[in-house]
């Protein structure tokens, strides 16, 4: 019930609210939201490495474990998303990630994908935003291979690249938690009834040094996502 009543207060700000906030107020807000999520799944966030984090916009790459990532990031620091087409057709979060300006991809798509990595470049230029090159969500006991393409937009607009490493653990071992994980043919409800029936869980976001595009001669994307997959990978 406490979900549900945070959710419609959530569709209620974004429906009634942001039209007329600017994007700092609209940042407050998320991050707020955010943060209460965590709290009511009594989820606890340690971020690592947050000094690292600059100010001008910036691209983030991430593993991706769960539908709680895009939250948990959010209760760090808000940014823009970019996520699989099929998010947008989940239950009231899809409608939700649309309206704070999620840029959704068409995996089977090479042109759509070159047209999300020109509308990204174009979002860099004033926004953070952030990716999970993966292209699916997986247990968290490993990193699987970074996709390359979505880092062409960081090149274009010359901004640096973060590794962020997600790892979700219990909080009375320590040891990596799977009630988070969101795979297979997992549906949603499915993944919020795992993470509600387990109230001992932590988060761990570890920002790492970050790749600056703009230092570098010629960088290539394959480049960039081979140093964040690398980094990510040594940090979990």
Request: proline share 5%; net charge positive.
């Amino acid at each position: 019930m406490q979900i549900l009543s945070h959710v419609i207060c959530g569709v209620c700000t974004l429906s009634l609210l942001f039209p007329f906030l600017n994007r700092d107020q609209k940042d407050r807000r998320i991050q707020d939201w955010s943060k209460k999520l965590l709290k009511i799944f009594h989820i606890q966030l340690r971020v690592i490495g947050a000094e690292q984090l600059l100010s001008n916009p910036h691209l983030l790459a991430s593993n991706h474990i769960s539908w709680l990532d895009i939250h948990v990031i959010n209760a760090f620091k808000p940014v823009r998303f970019v996520a699989k087409s099929e998010v947008r057709g989940w239950p009231v979060f899809g409608w939700m990630a649309e309206q704070l300006g999620t840029v959704f991809i068409r995996r089977d798509s090479a042109r759509h994908a070159r047209q999300v990595v020109d509308q990204m470049a174009q979002v860099l230029k004033v926004e953070s935003v952030c990716i999970f090159p993966e292209g699916t969500s997986t247990s968290g006991e490993s990193v699987l291979p970074f996709k390359p393409n979505l880092f062409e937009s960081a090149i274009l607009a010359h901004a640096p690249v973060f590794p962020l490493a997600i790892s979700y653990r219990s909080k009375s071992t320590g040891l990596r938690s799977d009630a988070p994980a969101f795979i297979g043919d997992m549906g949603l409800l499915e993944s919020m009834s795992n993470v509600i029936a387990n109230r001992d869980i932590e988060v761990h976001l570890s920002l790492m040094e970050p790749y600056l595009t703009s230092n570098a001669s010629n960088p290539e994307r394959k480049e960039l996502a081979l140093y964040c997959q690398e980094a990510i990978t040594k940090t979990l």
